[in-house]
């Protein structure tokens, strides 16, 4: 009986070893087994680092946020099983959010590195393409009178420029790409309003060119003097026995580009024009002058025309006392509509010519491609 109890307690005693020798060994293998992921925490950590000083916080904010975010989430798992007892620690999910931390940071370096070396390009490329249009326009504004709004337009579209230009030297492309966006339809929309005024003026080159050769051969044919007046190069040509005899410098009207349509308009007219009139002394405020016959035949159909389109008004007049004068020599365009030469020129035009002297007054003698042959060389 006595024996028997002992048997029973020894046998519980080593039960009970054994259960502690097992909990205990489970335990361990249980610590072992979750150990916080430290090194991955601190890898992801690094990682993001390194992508916010690759400006993936602008570059690729969005890859960025995730990163961040599965840190964050695996940082506060971890502080979370850290609170519990060793036997109920778990760290699996805060090793797989910091695996997720590392990933969407390591995508997010290498996208703001690729999308910022492409959104360079872009910038620099739109930068040169926008000084290119820009510079049509000015070379454009610079040989012709354009419209106001042209010349009203360029200036707030340049300063926009400038400021992408100092945007990009500051490597700041986010910001100097916005700033070309802002401007893209504008400098389009200004290059093609400038093509197409242009184009519109200068369809009427070739009759500018048969015009000057029927001076020419006019002159040549009467053994005598004619007169060309080539707006754009702002000159007066003397044809005399069907040669340039001379070539004077001249000033026009303030808006030249264009034929005169009505008084007022600042124009100088276009077409085929004589001497009707020479004046000097006190008979002309201009030192000497030469009164055309505008408004010609011509001159009156279009007039009637326009105010019949309605694009004139009804109560418009056409204008008259169309010359070619001294006072010039000032540099600029200045006149209400006539064409101005420096006294000197005056007095030798004015020797020249009589009352009946041919004068064709024309846009230009140089073609619009050959205009811009220059624009191409600067």
Partial sequence: MII???????????????????????????????????EKIEQSRKLIAKA????????????????????????????????????????????VLADLAMENAKISRVNAIQ??????????????????????VEFATSKLPLNHNIRKNLTPIAI?????????????????????????????????????????????YSKWVDLNDEMRKWSKANNSVSLVVDKFSRTCIVYKAGKKHKE????????????????????????????TLRKSGKKTIYHKSL????????????????????NIPRNAKIGGSIAIHGGGGRGIDWTEGCVALEN?????????????????IVGSLVSLDKIFEEFQKE
Avoid: H
């Fill in 291 to 310: 009164e055309i016959n505008f408004p010609n035949a011509d001159d009156k159909i279009r007039f009637e025309q326009e105010k019949s389109k309605g």
């Fill in 115 to 136: 999308r910022k070396k492409e959104i360079k390009a872009e910038v620099e490329r739109n930068i040169l393409e926008f000084k290119r249009k820009l510079k049509y």
């Fill in 344 to 360: 000197g020129d005056m007095d030798k035009l004015y020797s020249l010519c009589s009352v009946g002297t041919p004068v064709a």
């Fill in 248 to 275: 004077f410098d001249v000033e026009l009207s303030i808006n030249w580009l264009g034929d005169k349509i009505q008084s007022g308009d600042k124009a100088t007219p276009e077409g085929k024009y004589k001497v």
């Fill in 52 to 95: 916010i000083e690759a400006e993936a916080n602008i570059y690729s904010p969005k890859e960025l946020k995730l990163a961040e975010t599965y840190w964050k989430e695996a940082m506060d798992d971890w502080k979370l099983n850290n609170g519990k007892s060793s036997l109920f620690r778990k760290f699996e999910k805060t090793s």
């Fill in 160 to 204: 926009i420029l400038n400021e992408a230009e100092m945007a990009y030297a500051r490597n700041n492309f986010i910001t100097a790409r916005d700033r070309l966006e802002s401007i893209s339809q504008k400098v389009d929309n200004l290059n093609k309003k400038t093509t197409d005024l242009l184009d519109d003026y200068f369809k009427d």
């Fill in 4 to 38: 028997a109890k002992n048997l029973k307690r020894k046998i519980l005693i080593l039960a009970t070893i054994l259960l502690i020798a097992v909990s205990v060994v489970l335990g361990s293998i249980s610590i072992l087994n979750n150990n916080p992921p430290i």
